[in-house]
């Protein structure tokens, strides 16, 4: 160990009584005690093994198995080996600082001022479910609505990675799941290697995109007023809000509840929460409860009073469902039925018509059968290991 270890640029984070140790370039970290971080500091700095392991001893009053923490410096890959070419710049990093001058900053403003003055000055222009149906081909509608609103997810996506890009993180967008639905989601695993406060923006940038996307058709349909164009504009502004609003099911673990999470230094809070109050229920029903040993102490402390908000994010998704999505479903398949059944009607509207309710009831049996087979697996499996 009388070698001279070689280290790729490393950051290091204070997290509470934690160092968030790792390399930004392939988002790989590791959680050091404060002494075992200042271990790992002496040794990039050039300072020998065996040198370093006198120096902890005489300065902690203990030893140290500088074999094991090499090997752990090794499994997290911030030692260079041998020839390892040097990691490549991140890109569009100059593109992010300037999404987030203070002259971005100054026009995102005046968009978002002008577009409540429309609304004020037309109070048609504000979202409402009723703009859902700017024609009356049902097909048309969900075609376009489908084919537009991948582009606007992804915009809220590319908010996100630019936000983290101008801190020279790594981020990138791919697909992931939130309960039942297949989403577009943005890896920012390289937060943990900046200041708690420099968080934020890059958690919250999707929904600013989402709010500057919803502005500026609300402004072009005003400006387009009681044509085509103007009617697409606000049936888009409106499924933007929608989109906003999703971000606050905290169950769903969306940009909201990562902000908050963040803010309040938890580390796992969704599953320490639903552990909690699986355990009040089986505590009324007296059924085992779930150990707790494994809660970490802050999750513990913020889960009590944060339970009351996770039932109210599913009361809130319930009533979200009843009072929008079902009357603006109900609506849709309910102009598609009367269509059937009306005399009189152009081919290509019974047309429409009946791709529609197809497409409805094939994603209700769909649905159906996904949750059948489900149900089944977990059936085989609970006979498998009984």
Not at 62 to 91: G, N, S, Y
Not at 155 to 163: K, Q, R, T
Not at 277 to 305: F, I, M
Request: glycine fraction near 6%; aromatic fraction near 12%; proline fraction near 5%.
């Amino acid at each position: 160990m009388a070698v001279q270890l070689a280290f790729h640029d490393l950051s290091y984070v204070d997290d509470g009584d934690e160092v968030v140790v790792g390399r930004r370039d392939i988002d790989s970290y590791g959680v050091f005690p404060p002494d075992g971080a200042a271990l790992v500091r002496k040794l990039a700095n050039g300072m020998e093994p065996a040198a370093a392991a006198a120096w902890y001893q005489d300065t902690y009053g203990t030893a140290v198995d500088m074999t094991d923490l090499i090997d752990t410096l090794r499994e997290l890959r911030l030692l260079r080996e041998h020839d390892e070419p040097d990691p490549r710049p991140v890109r569009w990093q100059r593109l992010g600082r300037w999404l987030f001058s203070p002259a971005a900053w100054v026009v995102y403003a005046c968009l978002v001022v002008v577009a409540i003055a429309v609304c004020v000055a037309r109070p048609g222009l504000i979202p409402h479910r009723g703009n859902i149906f700017f024609t009356d081909y049902l097909v048309v509608i969900e075609v376009t609505l489908l084919l537009g609103q991948v582009p606007l997810t992804l915009l809220h996506e590319w908010f996100h990675v630019m936000a983290g890009r101008r801190l020279g993180l790594r981020s990138k967008v791919g697909l992931g799941w939130r309960m039942y639905f297949v989403v577009f989601e943005t890896s920012l695993d390289g937060l943990v290697s900046v200041p708690r406060r420099s968080r934020y923006l890059p958690m919250l940038a999707g929904m600013l995109m989402d709010l500057l996307v919803m502005s500026a058709l609300t402004v072009l349909a005003y400006l387009t007023w009681d044509s085509l164009l103007a009617k697409v504009c606000l049936a888009f502004a409106f499924t933007t809000f929608l989109r906003i609003t999703w971000q606050f099911y905290f169950f769903l673990r969306t940009d909201v509840y990562y902000l908050v999470t963040t803010v309040l230094g938890c580390v796992d809070l969704q599953t320490t929460t639903r552990e909690m109050l699986r355990n009040r229920v089986n505590a009324v029903l007296g059924r085992p409860l779930t150990s707790e040993a494994h809660w970490h102490p802050r999750d513990r402390a913020v889960a009590r009073w944060y339970l009351p908000l996770h039932v109210a994010g599913y009361a809130f998704m319930i009533a979200l469902l009843v009072t929008v999505l079902l009357p603006m479903t109900w609506q849709f398949l309910g102009n598609a039925g009367h269509t059937l059944l009306s005399d009189d009607v152009p081919p290509a509207r019974v047309a429409d018509a009946a791709i529609v309710l197809t497409t409805a009831v094939a994603q209700f049996a769909l649905a159906g059968y996904l949750a059948l087979r489900a149900r089944r697996n977990r059936a085989t499996s609970a006979q498998e290991e009984s």
